[in-house]
């Protein structure tokens, strides 16, 4: 079975600064897909950034970048002049795509910018 | 696009009775949709899998009897806590799966807080 674990509960950074969130994952797929969610205090689930596994570059949403080593089933998201707004939960998360379709998702890292 | 609803956004109700939330697609057809469950401060946990026309796929240790699942649209899907009691007080999420678009991310309804007293 398939396994996500994001091993920082809690993270802070300084406003303008850039920050990682680490995510490690565990499985025997060559396919499936990788993303970051973002849910703020409003508690709304937000898609920040998606990755197939089968393509080696790197994905990359305006500040929101990914460093997906797969050999190492790692996933990590850097988010680059933080923003005040980027204050949330951010949730990793892992899908087969096949049969449901349905994520896996790691404990999710609190990450507080600051002023 | 890809906007997902939920109905209503808070509700309270008395222990023993049955409360029923909704799950709309406004923009799509989601032949699939999903119902977590989530807790403060804590991930979402997948509760159960809802196809159009079919039975739901509930997962391990949740009960289908308790939590009945319907999705009889392409743009609903409805979540019935049937007999609630305290514990079942919780934040519930649905989100859905666009198969019109490649890319396979689901896309989140606002949640639904309810509490049970």
């Known amino acids: 079975a398939q396994t996500v674990t994001q091993s920082q509960p809690e993270m802070s950074v300084q406003e303008a600064e850039t920050v ?3 995510c490690t994952y565990d499985t025997s797929e060559s396919n499936y897909y990788l993303f970051w969610y973002k849910q703020p205090p409003s508690r709304q689930m937000i898609l920040v950034i998606r990755q ?3 393509k080696q570059q790197n994905a990359t949403e305006n500040r929101f970048s990914v460093n997906f080593q797969k050999a190492a089933k790692s996933f990590s998201l850097k988010i680059s002049d933080s923003q005040l707004g980027d204050t949330a939960m951010y949730f990793c998360a892992f899908m087969k795509p096949a049969g449901t379709y349905k994520y896996i998702f790691g404990t999710g890292t609190r990450l507080k910018v600051l002023a | 696009g890809a906007v997902v609803s939920q109905h209503p956004s808070r ?3 008395k222990s023993g009775t049955s409360v029923k939330i909704e799950c709309r697609s406004l923009d799509f057809q989601a032949t699939t949709m999903f119902w977590y469950r989530q807790f403060p401060k804590k991930s979402l946990m997948l509760m159960a899998t809802s196809n159009e026309g079919s039975k739901a796929t509930y997962e391990q240790g949740v009960e289908k009897d308790k939590f ?3 999705h009889a649209s ?3 899907s409805t979540l019935t806590v049937t007999s609630a009691h305290p514990e079942d007080s919780s934040f519930y999420i649905c989100s859905a799966r666009d198969w ?7 896309y989140f309804g ?3 807080r309810l509490t049970v007293t």
Do not use: D, F, H
Not at chain 2, 100 to 106: D, I, L, T, V
């Open chain 2, 110 to 112: 606002p949640g639904t």
């Open chain 1, 20 to 22: 990682t969130l680490s």
């Open chain 2, 74 to 76: 392409l743009t609903l």
């Open chain 2, 11 to 13: 509700v309270i109700c």
């Open chain 1, 52 to 54: 197939e596994a089968y």
């Open chain 2, 68 to 70: 009945l699942i319907n």
């Open chain 2, 100 to 106: 019109g678009r490649a890319g396979y991310e689901q």
